[in-house]
């Protein structure tokens, strides 16, 4: 039995267990029968300085010791430690990770980018219902907005397109100043900012050699508003797309819609949420302090100053998109690695 527990710029989970089917080579039983987050803000300040403070250092530490002594408590056998997004934008990141493997014992794997979306989409697809019955949609749009970026990675089964934005919920509160409550002109500062990001995408697809004018680039073409030649039509697209969103922000808002107290991932994984109900919500939530927010929110309370800016990038990929709901995953990365590294065929000699 072993737990992954990836580190973010927001948060860090001990959660995922998985023990071996049999020793036929069959397959893994993956399940999730304990979960615990904790929320050190390692990104903490990272848009002002572009480094990881000795503070958020030290909360980290705590709360990776606390989840690797619960993760033994709860006969974990080998534990992986990752790291994403935030300890590669920070000029410190690699020093950090060292630093904070050699304090925690086991030694902090930081993920390409590339690395992560891949992840992240393996393990946001699976387990998920289907809404009409079919047994997999055709095409699957994963928004994963973290602390420190947002990742929109297109694909079937496997991951075909992705793309990596600085636009994650922490980053945006502090570059734009938008904490809670946001005034309609840091509303505005905040939106602009999106967009700016998400508009830049526009000269990543036009410099494309390789665009065939596949869904995947038709995706990226609509949350960039550039049209590329194609004889595939991207009105259609809604008939087949599957959009799924996952990270700290959307399943926050997934218990917060389900009126749960404490946080439970299985009672997340699956829901849909409207486009509708996500702009009503961040309308509440703008018109809030941290305080009153993090009371709406009990099981993840250090979220609450960051919330409403997580929610205005889906909002805005959304819009994009043409999605006018998601369907929530609570699984990510840590998933996804547990699926590609135990599910992958074993070589014998």
Known sequence: MGTIRPLGDGSCRGDTQWSPRDRAGTGTCIHDPYQDIREPRLGEGIACSARISDVAYERTVAAVRELIAEAHENGAEQII????????RAENGKEVAFKLGEAIGFEIKI??????????FIGGISGLPEPDGRCR?????IIDVGGGSTEIAFGRVTLEHFNSLPIG????????????PISSSKQKILFGKIEEELDKLSSIIQGKSSLQGGRGEACLARVSNVEIASAYDPA??????RFIGIGG??????????????????????????????????????????????????FAPARAKILPAGT??????????GADELIVSDRGARWGMLLSLYSAPKSHS
């Open 81 to 88: 430690v990752f790291g994403t997004e935030v300890f590669r």
């Open 111 to 120: 993920l390409t980018s590339e690395e992560e979306a891949r992840y992240s």
């Open 137 to 141: 949609a055709e095409y699957n749009v």
């Open 169 to 180: 919920a922490v980053v945006l509160a502090e570059s734009c100043g938008a904490f809670p």
């Open 236 to 241: 259609m697209t809604s008939r087949t797309e």
């Open 249 to 298: 922000t959307i399943t926050t808002l997934a218990a917060l819609r389900e009126q749960t107290m404490e946080y439970r991932g299985d009672e997340v994984h699956g829901v849909m949420l409207t486009r509708s109900w996500l702009e009503g919500i961040f309308q509440e939530l703008v018109g809030l302090n941290d305080t009153e927010i993090a009371r709406m929110i009990p």
């Open 312 to 321: 205005a990038v889906f909002l805005s990929v959304m819009e994009r998109l």
